[in-house]
């Protein structure tokens, strides 16, 4: 089982990104896909997460009305729209999977991609 990344790279303030997460190895239908990031020196922060259907999506109050998450359940893909990116978005963005309950705790994550790095300069 496998989350792949991809869609990171360096921006300037004020500039948008997408971000994309495909699930290989089994289906995530049943399972909540999000995203999270780390910082250096930082612990892992929860960004966005979509729940099983798509249909209910949870922000980071520092990302929020300013990042999208989408899903599309067939393709066990997730991506992460982000607009007006600012220096301190600046981190290595995760894609994970859990099985619920719906939570913002990496530690109820149970598959994680290998990270895609995000630069903002001013």
């Known amino acids: 089982v496998q989350l792949v990344e991809s869609g990171g790279g360096p921006v300037q303030a004020g500039g948008s990104l997408r971000l994309s997460c495909f699930g290989y190895?089994?289906?995530?239908?049943?399972?909540?896909m999000g995203w999270f990031r780390q910082a250096p020196g930082k612990g892992r922060e929860f960004v966005a997460v979509?729940?099983?259907?798509?249909?209910?999506?949870v922000y980071s109050d520092s990302v929020k009305g300013r990042f999208v998450v989408s899903r599309n359940i067939t393709e066990a893909m997730v991506n992460l729209q982000m607009n007006n990116l600012q220096p301190g978005d600046t981190a290595v963005y995760y894609c994970?999977?859990?099985?619920?309950?719906?939570?913002?705790?990496?530690?109820?994550?149970?598959?994680w991609g290998q990270g895609t790095q995000v630069t903002v300069s001013s």
């Open positions: 994970a999977a859990s099985p619920g309950p719906l939570s913002e705790s990496p530690g109820d994550y149970h598959y």
């Open positions: 190895g089994r289906s995530f239908s049943d399972y909540l």
């Open positions: 979509s729940t099983w259907g798509g249909t209910r999506a």
